[in-house]
Structures are given as C-alpha cells and as structure tokens.
C-alpha cells in the first residue's frame, strides 16, 4: 500500500467517524451540517477521481503486457520485462 492509499484510507475512516455523532446522539448542528457535508463530499469525490485514475493506469499497463505477449509469442522472441509507471503515484 502507497502512502497515497493510506492517507486516503484514513481520510474516508475520519468521514465516517465524523458521521458518529449523527447516527448515535442525534446531535448535528446547522453550522457543522453544512461544513461537513461540503468537505466531506469533496473529500470522497478526489478519492473517487484518484482511485479511477490509478485503475486507468494498470488497466493501461495490462493491455501493454498483453501485446507485447501476443508480439512475443508470434514474432518467436522471449517477451521484454516492462516495470509498471509509478507517475500517476505522484499527481494528484
């Protein structure tokens, strides 16, 4: 696991924690209804958006590996070892 995916991780442990008091005193006011709400789902969303894009990229890397098998298996030669791009680790 990726520094990145345990800050998310701990990140989506704190929203639902954040929802405690809701679900079990009853207590939300006005003010802290609102705020969290917002940040909460902005929050979720870059995760989501996040998460996507790092599945884009080994779905990427997958489909390289599986040509460059196919190219491989026809053309006769052993297949190039290709390590997977860490760049999208680094971005936002």
Not at 3 to 31: K, Q
Not at 36 to 63: M, N
Not at 66 to 91: C, I, V, W
Request: proline share 8%; glycine share 10%; no cysteine.
């Amino acid at each position: 696991m990726s520094r990145d995916e345990l800050i998310e991780g701990i990140i989506m442990i704190l929203i639902i924690i954040g929802f405690w008091p809701v679900a079990f005193l009853g207590w939300f006011p006005e003010g802290y209804k609102y705020a969290y709400y917002g940040v909460s789902g902005v929050l979720v969303i870059l995760i989501f958006i996040r998460r996507l894009a790092r599945v884009r990229a080994g779905l990427k890397y997958s489909r390289q590996m599986r040509d460059l098998r196919e190219e491989a298996q026809s053309g006769g030669q052993p297949m190039p070892f290709m390590p997977p791009d860490d760049s999208n680790e680094k971005s936002p």
